[in-house]
Nanobody, 125 residues
Framework: QVQLVESGGGLVQAGGSLRLSCVDS????????MSWFRQAPGKEREFVSG????????YYTDSVKGRFTISRDNAKNTVYLQMNSLKVEDTAMYYC??????????????????WGQGTQVTVSS
């Protein structure tokens, strides 16, 4: 059973940093590709970043490249999203997601099997 719980969101000024965490309470964390998505009010949920099972491959959407870093610790069943140089437009609910069917990092949310409940990130100007 996969249960994902995010934490680390909050209110931060533009230019600041936050680190999101997502913990899986199950026993097969290392077999999942993990990704972060976000959803702003009135908008579709969008892919932010993904990481391969072993952590060797990562992928970022263009708008966060150079500012966000995804990582994982399989011993702790945790995936992280370090967010630096935050912008007002980064404001959204952030969700972690797990994909089990294959090893590729996919941008489409329909490819993911499990989701956390989300953590809110608000960036003020």
């Amino acid at each position: 059973q996969v249960q994902l719980v995010e934490s680390g969101g909050g209110l931060v000024q533009a230019g600041g940093s936050l680190r999101l965490s997502c913990v899986d309470s199950g026993r097969t964390f290392s077999s999942y590709v993990m990704s972060w998505f976000r959803q702003a009010p009135g908008k579709e949920r969008e892919f932010v970043s993904g990481i391969s099972r072993g952590g060797g491959n990562t992928y970022y959407t263009d708008s966060v490249k150079g500012r966000f870093t995804i990582s994982r610790d399989n011993a702790k069943n945790t995936v992280y999203l370090q967010m630096n140089s935050l912008k007002v437009e980064d404001t959204a609910m952030y969700y972690c997601a797990a994909k089990r069917r294959d090893a590729s990092i996919q941008l489409a949310k329909a490819q993911y099997d499990y989701w956390g409940q989300g953590t809110q990130v608000t960036v003020s100007s």
